[in-house]
């Protein structure tokens, strides 16, 4: 298995966090935000390869019941999961070097010592490869979202889709679909202020 085969398997599993109801605790009470992480976003492509700061900032979790609301929409018609993240208050953002989006969706569970946090937007952050010839379509890629993987000392790494569909595989699992062909990792991702 390639790693970037290795990668899409962990934002597939990101988006699958969202929907599955895990059997660790939450960590809404535990984790009391607001919380705020530093990460460097990198992304390497054949001949190119960037890296930027990223700054993600929690202002709360969202409860087990927006957590299930947005679980539903996922499910539901195309672009529903979209309309439903909009109408949610903003709870934080993920800054990516300059550029600033707003947070909808942040949830946290615990995992064997440390805690996974899944954060989604209801825009798109960035559409890398946007630019180029023979890019695709942008319709539908209407979400950013990003997973960190943190240990017991919220330290870590994880990965940024910067533009995602997500939807319901054929076995009724959650999937991404990441508008980018190479993996955007969060990499250093540590506490901050």
Sequence with gaps: MTMHKQKRGLLTMTAAVIGVVAAGLSLHAQAAPPLTFKATASVKAPGKSASVPTTIHIEKFVSDADRDKVVA??????????????????????????????????????????????????????????????????????????????????????????????????????????????????TKIAKGS
Excluded at 150 to 175: F, S, Y
């Design 73 to 186: 929409a996922v499910k539901g018609a195309p672009g529903e999961a979209q309309k439903t993240l909009a109408a949610m208050p903003d709870i934080g953002y993920i800054a990516v070097g300059e550029r600033k989006t707003p947070i909808k969706y942040a949830y946290a569970r615990s995992t064997g010592g440390g805690r996974l946090i899944t954060v989604v937007s209801s825009q798109p952050i960035y559409f890398i490869g946007g630019a180029e010839k023979n890019a695709k379509p942008k319709a539908g890629y209407d979400l950013g979202l990003a997973l960190l993987v943190l240990d017991g000392n919220d330290t870590g790494d994880g990965e940024l889709a910067p533009a995602v569909k997500l939807k319901v595989d054929a076995q009724g699992a959650i999937v991404t679909e990441d508008y980018g062909s190479e993996v955007v990792r969060l």
